[in-house]
């Protein structure tokens, strides 16, 4: 393998789109080579470093100040490591291209232009002088003459890094427009239901989200949705940097849901009820998280469930959990006392209860019965069909 050096600013090859801009100021090294499948990939250095974060880390460092070194362990352990930002095909197209059964030889051929005004023209060859990928629009070639190379700009951030960005990436409409890649693009259809968290006590089964339905974060940078295919994927901006990789599963049928499990788990199923994806956060879990749950997708690309650390949660949240309404207020001896009132509709009137706060838990164990329009149970928090 070939691999040349080189800084961004060197690359001035037009159609070949690297977000210039936006990574100049942060990325020390660049190289490009062609891989043994016949990629041809620009990988690059300091890329998820926030390199004013660094430099302020740095300065309380020198000032004594230890109250940065997890973020700063964080930002070392990527800092000057290779990750590919443009690749001359898209993620979901990592086949082997061209004929290389020999010994694996690649050619990489510039072009000069003829005007000055022109742009110059990158073409890869296989080892048998076939061309596998070139920068220009247009086909030259005989049999495809005229006709619109449809990889000419190639595909940027060609994987999922699972961090996030140290600064949100504002990809043009037009490359979007020109690539199609759903990679780097978000999913028009989607409908966001949630902002920032979801909450639930619930311990029947309590769909979070559908096909077609997302959440995103407070700022709006970072979303999470489920798509049509059952495919449950993160953006940050545009740019997928996570997903679970249970789109078009051969066994699953539509529609699909996404659940938190009465254990705390983020769970995918299909309509059968079939497991196609669990976060299983549960089993990490010595001591076990109990309801009420919580999801969070944060501002800074983090998303979580939070849960009570002790069956014997809060009063106010075990009130919440019967579906009361919680009361705070001083008695007579200027002493704060609470208490929990439920409505029951009893012989068709509603009925004020007091609840024992005192004798009362957060985790009602219970198991789901719940039937669905045909009066069949439905399979779900207590009786996974685990494939």
């Not at 990889?151 to 890094?161: D, L």
């Not at 759903?182 to 989607?190: E, G, Q, V, W, Y």
């Not at 014997?312 to 009361?327: M, P, S, V």
């Not at 957060?362 to 719940?370: D, I, M, V």
Request: charged content about 30%; hydrophobic content about 30%; overall charge negative.
């Amino acid at each position: 393998m070939i691999v040349f050096l080189l800084r961004v600013k060197t690359i001035h090859f037009k159609n070949i789109y690297l977000m210039n801009d936006e990574l100049d100021s942060n990325i020390s090294k660049v190289r490009i080579f062609v891989r043994n499948n016949g990629h041809l990939r620009i990988e690059a250095t300091n890329f998820f470093v926030d390199e004013k974060k660094e430099n302020e880390v740095n300065k309380n460092e020198k000032r004594g100040n230890e109250g940065n070194e997890n973020e700063e362990k964080k930002d070392e352990e990527k800092k000057d490591e290779w990750l590919p930002i443009w690749d001359s095909l898209p993620i979901n197209l990592q086949y082997n291209v061209g004929f290389s059964n020999k010994s694996n030889k690649y050619y990489l051929k510039f072009i000069q232009p003829k005007k000055a005004t022109s742009e110059p023209v990158l073409e890869l060859y296989d080892e048998y002088s076939v061309m596998i990928w070139t920068s220009a629009k247009y086909f030259t070639d005989t049999f495809n003459k005229g006709n619109i190379n449809p990889h000419y700009r190639g595909y940027i951030f060609p994987m999922n890094y699972e961090v996030t960005f140290y600064k949100e990436m504002v990809i043009p409409e037009d490359y979007l427009y020109e690539t199609k890649d759903p990679h780097n693009k978000l999913d028009a259809s989607i409908k966001y239901i949630y902002t920032e968290g979801v909450y639930t006590q619930e311990t029947d089964c309590t769909v979070f989200l559908k096909s077609g339905e997302g959440i995103k974060s407070k700022n709006g940078r970072f979303k999470m949705y489920l798509t049509t295919t059952g495919n449950l994927i993160m953006k940050d901006g545009t740019t997928t940097i996570w997903e679970s990789k249970t789109a078009n599963m051969w066994f699953a049928t539509t529609p699909y849901q996404l659940i938190i499990d009465q254990y705390g788990d983020l769970v995918l199923r299909d309509k059968d009820k079939y497991v196609l994806w669990s976060s299983q956060s549960s089993v990490e879990n010595e001591k076990g998280v109990f309801l009420p749950y919580n999801f969070i997708i944060n501002n800074e690309g983090e998303f979580y469930v939070t849960g009570s650390k002790d069956v014997k949660c809060t009063r106010r949240e075990i009130c919440n959990l019967a579906k009361g309404t919680y009361y705070q207020q001083t008695d007579n001896k200027n002493k704060m006392v609470d208490f929990c009132i439920v409505i029951k509709e009893e012989k068709d009137k509603s009925v004020s209860h007091f609840l024992d706060l005192d004798n009362s838990s957060c985790f009602l164990n219970k198991r789901c019965n719940a039937m669905d329009e045909n009066n069949n149970k439905i399979l779900c928090c207590d009786d996974y069909k685990d494939t």
